[in-house]
């Protein structure tokens, strides 16, 4: 029986720091509405979804800055979307900003089943920027302050997806660059990873020389890298366009495990893409080159997990003949 699922990927235009949830929320139950007109069946948004990228901001009080996270989920302002979804019949991925009863703070996203229940969540792994003000840079970026590690690992489940079930995982943002954390859901067989982002367009630091087109080729080439190598369709999408001031690059795309791009947001606004994803090309892919219990080999990996830092490797000198080792 043939496993096809259509996939909508909801690229956001810029949400200014002075707009309200409910303005966000409107824009989303309107892309979900297209979403459904076009026979999506599951609907990805990106990181932090409801506010403005609120960690370029600096609070002093970290209090301060609860103004930004969800308490509870649905909160009174998603609740529409929820609605939506049970109205529509479709799924879908949100980020945003948790804080849990006990006052821990999460960068977060979770995929919902159309009846509303939660079906998985993913805390943010690789956190970007810095805990404290720094009056060096340009721009802050302070996700360490307002952000814990996420704590649950990179879960891959199984659930239902429109009429399919499918093995469904999560990354977020920066988690993109790190092959490490595509393969761990490769290795639970996820087919399908939903990954929101917020990624400027200019490196404002001047550490060094970065042309501007390579911010956009290095998230697509993460992205791509990982679909291939680990034989997953992703939705990898933006929030788009000027933020108070600061530009978002957008690109938006849904990737297959061959590592090609099906669909590719065009604008910096609120924009849908939609493709229609073969699963069975997950099945190809993990028989034959990504055949993993054929091939990996776990035990010349050991520094994976056992080093952070890179080490300076010995350095070669000649040792008579040279010849015979
Ligand atoms: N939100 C987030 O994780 N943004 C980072 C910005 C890093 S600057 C290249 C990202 O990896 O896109």
């Known amino acids: 029986m043939s496993r096809r699922l259509t996939l909508a990927a909801a690229q956001l235009g810029p949400i200014q720091r002075a707009e309200g949830r409910e303005v966000a929320v409107g824009r989303m139950v309107r892309l979900m509405e297209t979403a459904h007109r076009r026979g999506a069946e599951v609907?990805?948004?990106?990181?932090?979804?409801?506010?403005?990228?609120?960690?370029?901001?600096?609070?002093?009080?970290?209090?301060?800055?609860?103004y930004w996270f969800?308490?509870?989920?649905?909160?009174?302002?998603?609740?529409?979307?929820?609605?939506?979804?049970?109205?529509?019949?479709?799924?879908?991925?949100?980020?945003?900003?948790?804080?849990?009863?006990?006052g821990r703070r999460f960068n977060t996203a979770i995929y919902v089943h159309p009846s509303g229940e939660v079906v998985l969540k993913y805390r943010k792994v690789h956190l970007p920027g810095h805990a404290e003000y720094a009056p060096d840079r340009r721009v802050q970026h302070l996700e360490k302050r307002y952000f814990e590690v996420g704590d649950l690992g990179f879960p891959v489940v199984r659930a239902p997806v429109g009429g399919t079930e499918v093995n469904i995982g999560m990354l977020i943002c920066n988690d993109r660059r790190w092959p490490e954390a595509w393969r761990v859901l490769g290795l639970q067989q996820v087919e399908l990873v939903m990954l929101g982002y917020n990624t400027p367009?200019?490196?404002?630091?001047?550490?060094g020389f970065?042309?501007?087109?390579?911010?956009?080729?290095?998230?697509?080439?993460?992205?791509?890298?990982?679909?291939?190598?680990?034989?997953?369709?992703?939705?990898?999408?933006?929030?788009?366009?000027?933020?108070?001031?600061?530009?978002?690059?957008?690109?938006?795309?849904?990737?297959?495990?061959?590592?090609?791009?099906?669909?590719?947001?065009?604008?910096?606004?609120?924009?849908?893409?939609?493709?229609?994803?073969?699963?069975?090309?997950?099945?190809?892919?993990?028989?034959?080159?990504?055949?993993?219990?054929?091939?990996?080999?776990?035990?010349?990996?050991?520094?994976?997990?056992?080093?952070?830092?890179?080490?300076?490797?010995?350095?070669?000198?000649?040792?008579?003949?040279?010849?015979?080792?």
Not at 43 to 66: G, I, S
Not at 92 to 99: K, M, N, T
């Open 43 to 66: 609907v990805v948004y990106p990181e932090l979804a409801l506010t403005t990228f609120f960690p370029r901001w600096y609070e002093e009080d970290l209090a301060a800055a609860d």
């Open 70 to 102: 969800e308490s509870a989920m649905p909160s009174d302002a998603t609740a529409p979307l929820f609605a939506a979804a049970r109205k529509f019949g479709i799924g879908f991925h949100l980020g945003f900003a948790e804080r849990t009863p006990e």
């Open 201 to 207: 367009s200019l490196n404002m630091e001047n550490r």
């Open 210 to 325: 970065e042309a501007h087109h390579l911010r956009v080729f290095h998230s697509h080439l993460s992205v791509q890298a990982g679909c291939y190598q680990n034989a997953c369709f992703a939705a990898a999408v933006a929030k788009a366009g000027t933020e108070d001031g600061h530009e978002l690059f957008g690109h938006s795309i849904i990737v297959n495990p061959q590592g090609e791009i099906m669909a590719q947001a065009t604008s910096w606004h609120d924009e849908l893409i939609v493709a229609d994803c073969d699963l069975a090309m997950c099945a190809l892919g993990r028989s034959t080159i990504f055949n993993f219990s054929a091939h990996r080999r776990p035990e010349a990996y050991e520094r994976i997990t056992a080093q952070v830092g890179s080490v300076v490797p010995p350095v070669w000198s000649p040792c008579g003949s040279g010849r015979d080792s």
